[in-house]
């Protein structure tokens, strides 16, 4: 089981995911020190179209360089999903240059608010590729210190432009995307350049691509309810409540996901790769071990997590957010119960991944985000934020039991 190589990545993996945990806290400090709630609030409404987008186009495809490359284990796989990714950059930038030079022509601030929605998207995009691309060579110390300056970096740029800039929602979108450049540039700068001048004197054949297009395509839908799963709680309170409102309760619910996602993301960086390959090609013994330690490691941080919320709630918010977001921090410990159940939900859609079953995972999203949709906009209209938890945690229940049942249903078959 290669027992040196994952123990020698956990610790890069570990070690990347915890000083990146530290500066995203020490970033939300910051940015809630400097910025208003309303602000941070029209940020979150206007990053979360942003998101939506990369996680129907890029991530959808994204995910089949996961599956697809270490399964043919090959560089021409590998070129081609740069190729491939550098086509879709150059479309946004040529789209993103477009509306820039109409926004000026016609002095409009939407054109340019959709300019910046291109740059965003861009560079996301670029964050996401890489990322990619280092989990599948298991480049885990690079990915480390990548993901580290991202995360200092970002925070530091956003509030610098709030403060001496702009007082925005723009100024913590130019500061992210100028982050997430730089550092791409700064670790893959020979790489984008030399793709994307590739890339536009190389004719565009779908059929070249057909092995990403067609497991990527039940992802399409399947990305929108993921994205419904972790935003829809946003909008709906900023439709009901306002936007400041959504300002103060987005840090509250970014500091569970972050903590949550971002070590059982170390865990799947470390592991997936593994499970991936030995399901590929057919070690179904090694595979049960990889994900016996996986869905391990998941239940113990789980643990960790809630009983830190819950107990320490108060103390958490009155470190880690400015005074002005402090409101909403009685939600933490239901939150932090909704989570636990949402990262085994994920792992049982990388089970789906593994057996190339892109259609269970699209129903297992699809059921979890009708169930949210239903019940979000009933608890928040009838009990106001508090009802914000209960909803999630029984959406999280059911994305929780649907990939239980559809994954048990799949091992059996397989």
């Known amino acids: 089981m290669k027992k040196n190589n994952i123990l020698k990545e956990s610790l890069w993996s570990f070690f990347g995911q915890l000083i990146s945990a530290i500066a995203i806290i020490a970033g939300i400090r910051v940015i809630t020190e400097y910025v208003t709630p309303a602000h941070y609030g029209q940020y979150i409404v206007f990053s979360g179209i942003i998101l939506l987008f990369f996680n129907v186009i890029s991530g ?122 730089l550092i791409s540039f700064l670790f893959f700068g020979k790489i984008i350049t030399v793709n994307l001048i590739k890339s536009s004197k190389t004719k565009f054949y779908w059929h070249n691509f057909s092995d990403f297009f067609d497991f990527s395509k039940p992802l399409v839908l399947q990305k929108i309810f993921g994205w419904s799963l972790s935003n829809a709680d946003k909008y709906i309170i900023a439709l009901f409540l306002g936007t400041a409102t959504a300002g103060k309760y ?77 409101e909403f921090f009685y939600l933490l410990p239901l939150l932090s119960l909704g989570f636990s159940f949402l990262i085994f939900g994920y792992l049982f859609e990388n089970i789906c991944f593994a057996y190339k079953k892109t259609w269970n995972v699209f129903l297992i999203e699809g059921i979890a985000a009708i169930t949210n949709i239903i019940i979000l906009p009933i608890m928040i209209y009838n009990f106001g934020v508090i009802g914000i938890p209960y909803a999630l945690l029984c959406t999280y229940i059911v994305h929780f039991l649907s990939g239980y049942i559809i994954t048990r249903k799949l091992l059996r078959n397989v």
């Open 60 to 181: 959808s495809i994204f995910q089949a360089f996961l599956r697809i490359i270490p399964e043919n284990d090959d560089d021409t796989s590998y070129k081609k999903s740069i190729l491939l990714s550098s086509k879709i950059s150059m479309l946004y930038i040529l789209i993103g240059l477009a509306f820039l030079l109409m926004s000026f022509l016609l002095n409009s601030h939407f054109l340019f608010l959709i300019f910046i929605f291109f740059l965003s998207l861009i560079s996301e995009h670029l964050v996401g590729l890489f990322k990619v691309l280092m989990n599948v060579k298991r480049e885990q110390k690079k990915y480390a210190f990548f993901q580290i300056l991202i995360s200092i970096l970002r925070p530091i740029f956003a509030v610098l432009l709030y403060v001496y800039y702009e007082n925005s929602f723009i100024s913590i979108l130019y500061g992210f995307s100028m982050a997430n450049l």
């Open 250 to 326: 987005a840090p509250i619910v970014s500091l569970v996901s972050m903590l949550f996602l971002t070590v059982s993301g170390a865990i799947e960086i470390i592991f997936r790769p593994y499970y991936f390959e030995y399901i590929a090609n057919h070690k179904k013994q090694n595979s049960k071990k990889i994900l016996k330690i996986y869905a391990t490691m998941l239940a113990f941080t789980s643990i960790i997590f809630v009983s830190f919320f819950s107990f320490f709630n108060q103390q958490i918010v009155l470190i880690v957010l400015g005074e002005n977001f402090r």
